[in-house]
């Protein structure tokens, strides 16, 4: 079965630091990977995605993510951080099965950016 | 904006009810899909439509049932409501399949008393 895991639940970064959110998947075959940033009172928007070829994927905002298929992992990054990235973050893996497809989504983690 | 829509925005109401749940698609998405965000559960999958024909079920209870019309438009009826079907509910919507990206609306807010 499928499964996200976001070990971090909240992380705090000063404006302008680096930052590394962390995902670890739990998938049979090669993933569909997703990263979705929720801003409060927002829906979810996606921020990149990865299916196949390079492994590092860059994404709007500034973001980049890399799977690591040793690692079963799709961390998210972004070298400087706005106070806008204030936002929750999502890691989601997709399934593709006969006729279906859906998406399961990690916990988040909540990105609180001090000045 | 994603382009996606989705009404009432906020919606209160008792338990043992039933409520309606309407989302409209970006225009030329034939995929919608229907999504629970709560506290205690996160964000869960609950069903998928492609062009009015059901395609994938994930955690939906029976109590749920969604559809999609010919206009594409898809609505999701909770009925029996429970204080734990407290949730936001989103709906996304694509062109087709998993490597297409999902838009999401903004949600709609059910609060159960």
């Known amino acids: 079965a499928q499964s996200v895991t976001q070990p971090d639940i909240h992380i705090t970064v000063s404006e302008g630091a680096s930052l590394e959110l962390r995902c670890n998947y739990s998938?049979?075959?090669?993933?569909?990977l997703f990263w979705y940033v929720q801003s409060p009172g927002q829906g979810l928007q996606l921020l990149l995605k990865?299916?196949?070829?390079?492994?590092l994927v860059q994404g709007i905002k500034g973001f980049e993510a890399e799977f690591k298929r040793s690692q079963s992992s799709f961390n998210l990054r972004k070298p400087s951080v706005h106070w806008s990235d204030a936002a929750e973050y999502f890691c989601a893996v997709g399934a593709e099965q006969t006729g279906a497809n859906n998406l399961f989504f990690g916990t988040g983690t909540r990105l609180t950016v001090i000045p | 904006d994603s382009g996606v829509t989705q009404t009432p925005k906020h919606l209160i109401t008792a338990t043992g009810q039933r409520v309606t749940l309407r989302c409209s698609p970006r225009?030329?998405?034939?995929?919608v899909y229907w999504y629970q965000q709560s506290l205690d559960q996160g964000l869960q999958f609950l069903i998928q439509y492609y062009n009015g024909e059901e395609r994938a079920k994930g955690n939906i209870l029976e109590r749920f049932s969604a559809q999609q019309f010919p206009d594409l438009h898809s609505e999701l009826n909770l009925s029996s409501l429970e204080l734990g079907d407290s949730a936001l509910y989103f709906c996304?919507?694509?062109?087709?399949?998993?490597?297409?990206?999902?838009?999401f609306g903004p949600g709609t807010r059910l609060t159960v008393l």
């Open positions: 998938y049979g075959a090669t993933p569909y």
């Open positions: 990865y299916f196949s070829g390079d492994t």
């Open positions: 225009s030329g998405d034939l995929s």
């Open positions: 996304a919507s694509s062109l087709a399949g998993l490597t297409d990206t999902q838009y």
